[in-house]
């Protein structure tokens, strides 16, 4: 899992074709948790490449894709916002994953 900020994020979405990004925050408990667990859930998907957005340092762009709780996952094909995602739920994660590596 790669960490990006309102500076970088773009460029982390266009240089990876399957690209997830994980918008949460510090203070938010199950973010925490589930960005710990992202290692193992990533799991068999090395083609998808997963970056984690601090949705307090980069409120713009959390703005832009309308976040309304955290985490939530957005899902990038080749720099095209595909969907996003409020979810902790591992299963759901993996799913997303699941449909990422179609693209």
């Known amino acids: 899992m790669e960490f ?30 589930i960005k710990q667990k992202l290692p193992v859930i990533q799991e068999g998907f090395d083609v998808v490449r997963i970056a984690y957005l601090d949705v307090d340092e980069a409120q713009e762009f959390t703005k832009s894709l309308n976040v309304m709780a955290v985490p939530t996952f957005a899902l990038y094909s080749n720099g095209k916002l595909i ?15 699941m449909e990422a590596r179609k693209y």
């Not at 773009?10 to 990004?21: H, L, M, W």
């Not at 969907?83 to 994953?97: A, G, Q």
């Open 4 to 33: 990006v900020n309102s500076k970088t994020v773009q460029n982390f979405i266009d240089k990876n074709p399957s690209a997830v990004v994980m918008l949460g925050a510090s203070w938010c408990f199950p973010c925490k948790r």
């Open 83 to 97: 969907k996003t995602i409020p979810t902790s739920d591992e299963n759901v994660i993996r799913e997303l994953l």
